[in-house]
């Protein structure tokens, strides 16, 4: 069955900050649905103990975060358009690198780097924000829910911080979220938003 492209995904441009388990997920999905422009930021390397959640190959052993995804990404979807940036994004850059975007998704695993994130966009900028918090363990998967916090924000997660380290980050929950953070951007750009309410 032939699948097109909505025009709305065509024109888009999509930042994601941080590209492990959640960033790395989302910016797959949104290739599979034809955003046409993914901004691609994060400063790491891949690791072996990223393979357990992140969309990465152990062919990317060892390679920048950014150039990694950026190459797989290519092959699941070569017509869009993807820009890497091998940055650490800071109170001094955020502003900068994302001021062009329509939709800017946050996926940082560092809830300092997550805050500034926000709340410097949500300051200096107008596009809507997709953020995350609350997805380790093996709680229920019905738990993680997106929500609409302000006018621009939006959090995906069940709202529980890990106290242990049993409630590590896992591919299961933190696939389940990235697929929400997808999902809600699709929604964002269709100007469509589908969310239960409480």
């Known amino acids: 069955m032939y699948y097109e492209v909505r025009t709305e ?3 888009a441009k999509v930042a994601i900050a941080g590209l492990g388990g959640l960033g790395s997920n ?6 599979r649905v034809g955003i046409g422009e993914l901004f691609l930021v994060d400063y790491d390397v891949v690791e072996p103990s990223n393979l357990n959640r ?3 190959f152990t ?12 190459e797989n990404l290519q092959q ?6 993807y820009v890497a940036a091998d940055k650490l994004v800071t109170a001094d850059n955020v502003v900068s690198l994302f001021k062009d975007y329509d939709v800017v998704i946050e996926a940082f695993d560092n809830p300092k780097s ?14 809507p924000i997709i953020a995350a918090s609350g997805m380790a363990g093996f709680r229920s998967p019905n ?11 939006y959090l995906v997660g069940d709202g529980i911080r890990a106290e242990t380290n049993e409630e590590i980050m896992n591919a299961p929950r933190v696939l389940l979220a990235a697929a929400h953070q997808a999902t809600i951007a699709c929604q964002i750009l269709l100007g469509k938003i589908d969310l239960e309410e409480g």
Do not use: D, R, W
């Open 76 to 81: 699941v979807n070569p017509y869009s358009k």
């Open 59 to 70: 062919k990317n052993l060892g390679m920048k975060k950014s150039e990694a995804l950026l």
């Open 9 to 11: 995904f065509k024109e």
């Open 54 to 56: 992140q969309m990465y």
């Open 114 to 127: 997550k805050a500034m994130l926000v709340n410097l966009l949500l300051e200096h900028c107008k596009m």
């Open 26 to 31: 989302i910016a797959h999905a949104l290739a």
């Open 143 to 153: 738990k993680i829910k997106t929500k609409k916090v302000m006018s621009k924000l």
